[in-house]
């Protein structure tokens, strides 16, 4: 039986009952990262770098030289957010910047010596963290993770059309609230 503020409440006010919080994918996610990085970040704060920097530097001993839209979309930054990373790590002579030389307005990057040495410090600390990890978790377990994820990264490389999904699966009949 509904309660009586159940009764007075208008249809477009009702609230789809959601998953709980802590469990939702995005949540779990998020959580399951910190409890990572909370062992890597130790670790960058005793070599002075930032998890971003960390992600750049990494990202380029693959390559030997990219463009700085290509390294935003590989270590998942937004430009503005690079440009400052970008600016701090050159200043710090772990990066080296030069021009395109097919094209001016295109800026090309590549890990400095410095860099390296850097990253050949702090990667040994790294791969530590990683021995414990896979220790704690075990070698199988996060194979096994490694895979899930990236098969989930791809079942969901496309877009969700919400034209696609069938209309019985949405609880509310009512518009979203005014933006």
């Known amino acids: 039986m509904k309660s009586a503020s159940e009764k007075s409440e208008p249809a477009a ?3 789809v009952r959601l998953r709980e ?11 399951a990262r910190e409890a990572v990085m909370g062992h890597f970040r130790p670790s960058l704060h005793y070599f002075g770098i ?4 960390w992600r750049v530097l990494r990202a380029l ?13 590989a270590t998942f930054l937004l ?4 440009s400052r990373i970008l600016k701090d790590l050159e200043e710090r002579d772990l990066i080296t910047r030069r021009t395109s030389p097919e094209d001016m307005r295109r800026g090309l990057i590549s890990i400095s010596e410095r860099g390296r040495t850097l990253i050949d410090q702090a990667g040994s600390h790294s791969e530590a963290i990683y021995a414990e990890i896979t220790r704690r978790f075990g070698a199988e377990k996060l194979t ?3 895979q899930m994820l990236r098969e989930l990264e791809t079942a969901l490389a496309d877009p969700i059309e919400i034209a696609s999904i069938p209309k ?4 509310v009949d009512s518009p979203p609230p005014d933006k």
């Open 50 to 53: 930032t998890e971003q920097q």
């Open 13 to 15: 006010r009702r609230h």
């Open 79 to 82: 430009p503005p957010s690079l």
């Open 21 to 31: 919080f802590s469990r939702s994918l995005p949540m779990s996610l998020l959580k």
């Open 144 to 146: 096994q993770l490694q």
């Open 61 to 73: 001993t693959s390559i030997e030289t990219i463009e700085v839209m290509e390294l935003a979309k």
């Open 168 to 171: 019985e699966a949405f609880q």
